[in-house]
C-alpha cells in the first residue's frame, strides 16, 4: 500500500518550518548563558543533564502543563525516541507495552528493536479507552494532550482511569507531551503527570515548538527511576550538548521561549483556518478532526478512497501522508477509519496556498467535489 508520497509540495507532519527557528532569540540566549556558565559547563557532560536546564524546566512546566517534579527528577534526553529507548532498557522486555492503536510506527519500531511487545488500544474521540489496557501490561505510551495522530485530549474520566490502572496493576503510565503547548482554542490541557508523579513519565522535547535539530528532550520521572534512567544512559552525555541546554535554560527563564511559543501558536492557527476553510470550500464532503491542537489535521475521507486519495496527491507532486500508516498491525482492520494526515506547519509561506490547492485538486478527482 501507498502510504506516503513525496513531491515538491511538503505537507508530511511533524516537521516545523526550519525557517521559523528563533534565531536572534536563540544568539541572545546563548550569549547571556555562556557568559553566565560555570567553567565546568565545558567538561564532561553529566547524563543527568545541565542543572540549569533542569530548574529552568521545573518551573516552566510547573506553570505551563502543570506538571508537579523537582530538579533532581528530570533527566535530559535527546528527544522522545531517545526517552522511549532508555525506558525500554530500564524496564526491560519481559512485559508487554500498551500502545494507542494509532501512533507513530517508528515508536513501535524502536520498542520491537528492544524486544518489547506492543498491544494496541483502540482510540476514539475522547483518546484511547484506557479500560482496555490488559492488566499485565508494564506500561502504556499514550498523548493525552491531542491524540497522534487521530486529535483530541484524553477524556478527564480517561485520564483518572489510565492511573486507576497503573495503581491496580503496578504499571506506568509514559505520556508523550507532543503537541501540549500547541492548543488553539481553549487553554492548553494540563499534563497527566500532575496527577500522580510517582505512577507517570512525562516526556517533552522542542523538537516541534523550536527545532528537531536541537536534539533535546526531557523525562520527569518518578523518584524510584531517576537512578536507573541516568545509569542507562552511562557515565558522560552522549547527546544534548551542554551549551544548548545552557542556551534553552536561558530562553525558558528570560521569557523568549514563551513568546516564540505564542508567535507559533497564532502562526499554526492561521494556518489551520486556511485549511479548513479551503476544504471547505473545494471539498465538503471531506470531515476534518484533530483541529484543536498540534500542527497537523487529519481528512477524513469516505470508505475505500484513502489510496486513491494518496495516488492522487503524488500526481500533483503534494507529500501527504494516509491514516493507515499509523495503525498499529495488530489493530483491528474492520471499522478502520480512511484519511489522510496533513500538516500545514512547514512550508514556506509562499508555497503554502499552492500546496493546499495542489491537495485540493486531488481530492477533488478522487471525491468528485
Not at 536572534?24 to 543527568?48: K, N, S, V
Not at 513501535?108 to 528492544?114: D, E, F, I, V
Not at 545552557?246 to 499554526?268: I, N, P, Q
Given at each position: 500500500?501507498?502510504?506516503?508520497?513525496?513531491?515538491?509540495?511538503?505537507?508530511?507532519?511533524?516537521?516545523?518550518?526550519?525557517?521559523?527557528?528563533?534565531?536572534?532569540?536563540?544568539?541572545?540566549?546563548?550569549?547571556?548563558?555562556?557568559?553566565?556558565?560555570?567553567?565546568?559547563?565545558?567538561?564532561?557532560?553529566?547524563?543527568?543533564?545541565?542543572?540549569?536546564?533542569?530548574?529552568?524546566?521545573?518551573?516552566?512546566?510547573?506553570?505551563?502543563?502543570g506538571v508537579r517534579t523537582a530538579p533532581d527528577r528530570i533527566v535530559v534526553c535527546s528527544g522522545a525516541a531517545h526517552a522511549l529507548r532508555l525506558l525500554a532498557r530500564v524496564l526491560g522486555p519481559a512485559d508487554p507495552w500498551a500502545v494507542e492503536a494509532y501512533g507513530l510506527p517508528f515508536h513501535?519500531?524502536?520498542?520491537?528493536?528492544?524486544g518489547v511487545t506492543t498491544l494496541p488500544v483502540a482510540v476514539d474521540e475522547d483518546g484511547a479507552r484506557v479500560a482496555d489496557i490488559p492488566r499485565h501490561a508494564r506500561a502504556v505510551l499514550l498523548t493525552p494532550?491531542?491524540?497522534?495522530?487521530?486529535?483530541?485530549?484524553?477524556?478527564?474520566e480517561r485520564r483518572a482511569g489510565a492511573l486507576e490502572w497503573a495503581r491496580a496493576s503496578g504499571g506506568l503510565v509514559i505520556e508523550d507531551d507532543y503537541d501540549g503547548e500547541f492548543r488553539y482554542?481553549?487553554?492548553?490541557?494540563?499534563?497527566?503527570?500532575?496527577?500522580?508523579?510517582?505512577?507517570?513519565?512525562?516526556?517533552?522535547?522542542?523538537?516541534?515548538?523550536?527545532?528537531p535539530g536541537l536534539r533535546i528532550g526531557w523525562m520527569c520521572l518518578p523518584?524510584?527511576?531517576?537512578?536507573?534512567?541516568?545509569?542507562?544512559?552511562?557515565?558522560?552525555?552522549?547527546?544534548?550538548?551542554?551549551?544548548?541546554?545552557?542556551?534553552?535554560?536561558?530562553?525558558?527563564?528570560?521569557?523568549?521561549?514563551?513568546?516564540?511559543?505564542?508567535?507559533?501558536?497564532?502562526?499554526?492557527?492561521?494556518?489551520?483556518?486556511?485549511?479548513?476553510?479551503?476544504?471547505?470550500?473545494?471539498?465538503?464532503?471531506?470531515?476534518?478532526?484533530?483541529?484543536?491542537?498540534?500542527?497537523?489535521?487529519?481528512?477524513?475521507?469516505?470508505?475505500?478512497?484513502?489510496?486513491?486519495?494518496?495516488?492522487a496527491s503524488a500526481r500533483r507532486g503534494v507529500a501527504v501522508e494516509g491514516l493507515d500508516l499509523y495503525r498499529h498491525p495488530d489493530a483491528p482492520r474492520s471499522g478502520a477509519a480512511d484519511g489522510l494526515v496533513v500538516g500545514y506547519a512547514t512550508p514556506p509561506e509562499r508555497l503554502y496556498e499552492p500546496a493546499l490547492e495542489a491537495l485540493c485538486d486531488g481530492l477533488s478527482e478522487v471525491l468528485g467535489d
Open positions: 500500500m501507498v502510504e506516503r508520497t513525496l513531491g515538491p509540495h511538503d505537507l508530511v507532519q511533524g516537521k516545523p518550518d526550519p525557517a521559523a527557528f528563533p534565531r536572534t532569540a536563540w544568539l541572545t540566549a546563548a550569549r547571556r548563558a555562556l557568559t553566565a556558565a560555570p567553567h565546568e559547563a565545558f567538561g564532561i557532560g553529566d547524563p543527568h543533564g545541565r542543572t540549569e536546564l533542569r530548574h529552568a524546566l521545573t518551573e516552566y512546566l510547573a506553570r505551563v502543563r513501535r519500531g524502536l520498542l520491537a528493536g528492544a494532550a491531542h491524540q497522534f495522530p487521530t486529535g483530541g485530549p484524553l477524556h478527564p482554542d481553549r487553554r492548553p490541557v494540563g499534563a497527566v503527570q500532575g496527577l500522580d508523579p510517582e505512577r507517570t513519565v512525562l516526556v517533552g522535547s522542542v523538537s516541534k515548538s523550536l527545532s523518584s524510584a527511576l531517576v537512578g536507573p534512567v541516568v545509569a542507562a544512559k552511562g557515565e558522560r552525555e552522549p547527546h544534548s550538548s551542554a551549551t544548548d541546554q545552557l542556551t534553552l535554560a536561558e530562553l525558558l527563564a528570560s521569557g523568549a521561549y514563551d513568546r516564540h511559543v505564542r508567535r507559533m501558536r497564532k502562526r499554526h492557527r492561521l494556518r489551520r483556518d486556511r485549511l479548513t476553510a479551503l476544504l471547505a470550500e473545494r471539498a465538503p464532503a471531506v470531515r476534518v478532526t484533530g483541529i484543536a491542537a498540534g500542527l497537523h489535521a487529519v481528512l477524513e475521507l469516505p470508505p475505500g478512497t484513502e489510496r486513491a486519495a494518496l495516488a
